[in-house]
């Protein structure tokens, strides 16, 4: 079965730390960039930074420059989101998703895990 699955998510007060994990399985992960985007009640969905197959980043939302950022390990077929200096409006279900290149459709996006940080 072809998926993805978040974790590492939880509550964290402002100015915290958290990394997410996004596991893959049943798919060549070393051929897919990886996209994490996140969506907060009421907003829409906002995509945050992609690690391209050949490890180039693009970064999507000047929210969280500087505080973000994205890795891949292949061998371990997951990708992470280390974030640091987390505020209140971080607070949203993060997920990941996979496409053949940053910026292309998505193939395959996880359930999401929920990150709050409180003020």
Known sequence: EVQ????????VQAGG?????????GFTFDNFAILWFRQAPGKEREGLLCISSEDEITDYADSVKGRFTIS?????????????ALKYEDTAVYHCAASLMCGSDLEVWGQGTLVTVSS
């Open 4 to 11: 993805l699955v978040e974790s590492g998510g939880g509550l």
């Open 17 to 25: 730390s958290l990394r997410l994990s996004c596991a893959a399985s």
């Open 72 to 84: 891949r390990d292949n061998a371990k077929s997951t990708a992470y989101l280390q974030m640091n």
